[in-house]
Nanobody, 114 residues
Framework: QVRLVESGGGLVQAGGSLRLSCAAS????????MGWYRQAPGKQRELVAV???????NYADSVKGRFTISRDNAKNTVYLQMNSLKPEDTAVYYCNAKSPGNFWGQGTQVTVSS
C-alpha cells in the first residue's frame, strides 16, 4: 500500500542537469528497493537505477557516471540526480518501490534538447 509521486522533471538543454524526487506515502512498514525507470515513445520501459534500503546501488550502463540515485529513508524519498544530460535521456521517468509489493508512480517527463 504505497503511493509514489514524482517531481522534478522538465525541459533542459543537452549537458544540463535535473534532479528528480519521488516521495512515498500510504500504509506500509518498510520500503525495500527503490528505483527509477524510464520509457521513451516506442521503446520498452527500462531500468535506470536502483537503490536498496541499505544504500547499495546499481545503474544502467547508459547512465553510469552521469546519474546518481540516493534515498532518505526518514522521508521515504528517493532522488535521481541527472548530470550531463543527453537527448537520448528524453523519456517519462517512473519511480518504483518494493515493500515487498511492487508500486509505481505516475511518471514525470524529462525532455533534453540539443
Amino acid at each position: 500500500q504505497v503511493r509514489l509521486v514524482e517531481s522534478g522533471g522538465g525541459l533542459v538543454q543537452a549537458g544540463g542537469s535535473l534532479r528528480l524526487s519521488c516521495a512515498a506515502s500510504g500504509s506500509f512498514f518498510r520500503i525495500n528497493d527503490m528505483g527509477w525507470y524510464r520509457q521513451a515513445p516506442g521503446k520498452q520501459r527500462e531500468l535506470v537505477a536502483v537503490i536498496t534500503s541499505g544504500g547499495m546501488t546499481n545503474y544502467a550502463d547508459s547512465v553510469k557516471g552521469r546519474f546518481t540515485i540516493s534515498r532518505d529513508n526518514a522521508k521515504n524519498t528517493v532522488y535521481l540526480q541527472m548530470n550531463s544530460l543527453k537527448p537520448e535521456d528524453t523519456a517519462v521517468y517512473y519511480c518504483n518501490a518494493k515493500s515487498p509489493g511492487n508500486f509505481w508512480g505516475q511518471g514525470t517527463q524529462v525532455t533534453v534538447s540539443s
